[in-house]
T-cell receptor, first 109, second 115 residues
Framework: GQNIDQPTEMTATEGAIVQINCTYQ??????LFWYQQHAGEAPTFLSY??LDGLEEKGRFSSFLSRSKGYSYLLLKELQMKDSASYLC??????????WGAGTKLIIKP | SQTIHQWPATLVQPVGSPLSLECTVE??????LYWYRQAAGRGLQLLFY??????ISSEVPQNLSASRPQDRQFILSSKKLLLSDSGFYLC??????????????FGPGTRLTVT
């Protein structure tokens, strides 16, 4: 079967750094997305990784290791507005998106 | 620029009543279109996707159906709602392509409560 695992919830402090992990077992791999979803709102695109390594976009970075079936999203200089759920999604061999259940990130002052 | 619209934003319907949710996309042609459902505190469940007018693929057998009467219009329907149909319904679009992958862009969602 296809499976994506993320921690259910994480807590971090404003101004700190947090790493949200995602591990996947899918039938094939054609890329991995990270989305941010604030409560009651639609998900918005954060990053896309298809090759191994780190992609940096401002305060957010995403890392991929295809051999390990592993990715992480790194958030630096945390702000209160970063409180949201972060969804990991993998594109399988049929170019379908397989979604993780998401990690709820709580930022404390 | 591209925009995606969904309506209504919220809906409260009794069990056994019909449902029709509409999604339209502007600023792009021949997009791939998707319907998702998200239960409270859960991930996204793909319900239907469409690669063209009249072409619908169903991912989950259920009492819902989808139609694509026009290139940029995607409709989610039900003849008789169940309590388990409650959730947050999201429409999304992506660039249509073969052999490549692009991000999906989501509409604002419809929160459906079946009572």
């Amino acid at each position: 079967g296809q499976n994506i695992d993320q921690p259910t919830e994480m807590t971090a402090t404003e101004g700190a750094i947090v790493q949200i992990n995602c591990t996947y077992q899918t039938s094939g791999f054609n890329g991995l997305f990270w989305y941010q979803q604030h409560a009651g709102e639609a998900p918005t695109f954060l990053s896309y990784n298809v090759l191994d390594g780190l992609e940096e976009k401002g305060r957010f970075s995403s890392f991929l290791s295809r051999s390990k079936g592993y990715s992480y999203l790194l958030l630096k200089e945390l702000q209160m507005k970063d409180s949201a759920s972060y969804l990991c999604a993998v594109i399988d061999s049929n170019y379908q998106l397989i979604w993780g259940a998401g990690t709820k990130l709580i930022i404390k002052p | 620029s591209q925009t995606i619209h969904q309506w209504p934003a919220t809906l409260v319907q009794p069990v056994g009543s019909p449902l029709s949710l509409e999604c339209t996309v502007e600023g792009t042609s021949n997009p791939n279109l998707y319907w998702y459902r998200q239960a409270a505190g859960r991930g996204l469940q793909l319900l239907f996707y469409s690669v063209g007018i009249g072409q619908i693929s169903s991912e989950v057998p259920q009492n819902l159906s989808a139609s694509r009467p026009q290139d940029r219009q995607f409709i989610l329907s039900s003849k008789k709602l169940l309590l388990s149909d409650s959730g947050f319904y999201l429409c999304a679009w992506s660039v249509a392509t073969s052999g490549a992958s692009y991000e999906q862009y989501f509409g604002p969602g419809t929160r459906l409560t079946v009572t």
